[in-house]
């Protein structure tokens, strides 16, 4: 597209402000500024901000006004005191897994900020006795599962794979690429670990106007995790447009996907018994939650607006409808929602049909930006603009099949968020429930681990407690990490 075609383009879209210094730029500020601009859909821009600032609108009109609802019973089911339910649901999903049907998609643009970190958070080290990082973690679980379901099913070793798909962010994606080879992949095959990534959209102003962060540069953002579905459909390189994410899982005729956040030191990845559930179940999308810890935890739940599944922010249920009980004493509002998801494939490649309908949320904030009468560098002190995100369950009404498991929370969810030393949700923390888990598996298969002992288990040794048998009757004395179930004897 020439120069003048682009710039009226711009203009007929109410945007023709970011030509303002074009006269005034070198001739690679003018390609870079040029290639940004031919890459960006400006008129689905104004779309979109049109959209959110309607519905935000909407939302604030009905505030109150909407039926809010617990989940109905019929769309949710609990593993919690349920053995027999989870043996079945485990079953079935392992064998969909040792068929080559189960995919994994994990979550990973977010950098570890709040942790001191400026590198993606799946790099960093909760203090381990191993020192694994989270990605090395989650790769061995994988590891781990395709040998037990290899096992499950009768199938030679190698044979079954659960390819891995990892979605970053601009600012991580080649350090995140460089970890994983520098790692070697964990021991997984590098052809089936596939990089991706999240989209982004322009900051605009209050009034929707893009904002430039430079002369010759749009200022953008990631576009939430909720474009993860966008950035399904995307190029994964630009030597060849028609491989894509979608395009590759129906390659693979994987079937099921499983998505997650990388921030959860427990995630059990490609959970059989979750993914057996949804099969299951036939549904087009589950979920996973665990029970929430109190009334009013700053969660947000899983329930019904309207006749619609969704998730409902805490702030947007009374204190009263947070405190109401169901005839069993549990909170009817407990759902509380930990990012993990199932997905049919079949439900991915739907997205794009109803996507336009998906209102981004609004964030303010303060967007430092090319002021347009001086070309000087703006710092707000204050929010001053927009950036528009959509979230992973923004799909939820749009579902024909929805179901919800309930997890037990000390066992799947123990999110990373916060600086060492706060106290909740941090690197201590996760550190302990992952060896309270540790000492819980041997226990269970029937060894006693003295006060004060702390044994980490790889996940190479173990995904979920199996595999443990040969410890029955066993006293371990000492504390240590081990790559085997062997290794375990030095500990007693």
């Not at 199932?342 to 309908?357: I, M, W």
Request: charged share 25%.
């Amino acid at each position: 597209m020439s120069v003048d075609a682009l710039r009226q383009r711009y203009e007929a879209a109410g945007q023709g402000h970011l030509f303002a210094f074009w006269d005034d730029l070198s001739e690679s500020e003018r390609q870079h500024l040029r290639a940004q601009l031919e890459a960006l859909d400006i008129e689905r821009v104004n779309r979109i901000y049109n959209r959110a600032v309607s519905s935000e609108k909407e939302l604030k009109e009905n505030a109150g006004k909407e039926n809010i609802e617990p989940l109905p019973e019929d769309a949710t089911d609990s593993v919690i005191g349920l053995p027999e339910k989870q043996r079945e649901w485990r079953e079935i999903g392992l064998q969909a897994i040792a068929r080559g049907e189960v995919g994994v998609l994990l979550m990973a643009g977010g950098q570890g900020t709040r942790l001191g970190s400026s590198a993606p958070k799946g790099c960093y080290d909760i203090g381990l006795p191993s020192h694994k990082s989270l990605f090395q973690y989650q790769a061995e679980r994988i590891a781990r599962l395709q040998k037990v379901a290899e096992e499950a099913a009768g199938k030679p070793a190698g044979s079954v794979v659960i390819p891995w798909y990892v979605m970053t962010s601009g600012p991580t994606r080649q350090v995140t690429e460089a970890f994983f080879k520098q790692h070697n992949y964990f021991g997984l095959d590098p052809k089936n670990v596939i990089f991706f990534e999240q989209g982004t959209l322009p900051c605009l102003t209050m009034d929707g106007k893009v904002l430039l962060e430079t002369r010759s540069r749009v200022a953008v953002a990631p576009d939430g995790n909720g474009g993860v579905y966008a950035a399904l459909r995307r190029p994964l390189s630009p030597a060849d447009k028609s491989h894509t994410v979608l395009s590759d899982l129906e390659r693979r005729k994987i079937r099921y996907v499983h998505s997650y956040c990388v921030d959860n030191c427990l995630v059990r990845i490609a959970d059989p018994v979750f993914v057996g559930y949804g099969i299951q179940k036939q549904a087009d999308c589950a979920t996973k939650v665990v029970p929430k810890a109190y009334p009013t935890e700053s969660v947000g739940v899983v329930a019904r607006r309207g006749d619609k599944f969704s998730v409902v922010e805490y702030s947007e249920i009374s204190r009263e409808q947070a405190e109401r009980r169901n005839a069993d004493g549990g909170l009817a509002f407990r759902a509380a929602n930990i990012v993990n998801h199932f997905y049919t494939t079949d439900f991915l490649n739907s997205v794009e049909a109803f996507e336009e309908e998906l209102a981004f949320h609004i964030a303010r904030k303060k967007i430092p930006h090319v002021d347009l009468a001086t070309g000087e560098t703006v710092k707000p002190a204050s929010p001053n603009g927009m950036k528009l995100e959509m979230f992973v369950f923004d799909v939820f009404p749009f579902t024909k099949h929805f179901a919800v498991l309930e997890v037990e929370r000390r066992e799947e969810f123990s999110p990373l968020k916060n600086a060492p030393g706060t106290g909740a949700d941090d690197p201590d923390t996760s550190r302990r429930d992952l060896l309270a888990q540790h000492r819980r598996y041997l226990e269970a298969a029937g060894a006693k681990v003295a006060d004060g002992v702390e044994i980490e288990l790889s996940p190479l040794v173990t995904y979920a407690g199996e595999g443990l048998e040969s410890v029955k009757g066993k006293m371990f004395t000492r504390s240590g990490y081990v790559e085997s179930v062997e290794e375990l004897d030095a500990l007693q």
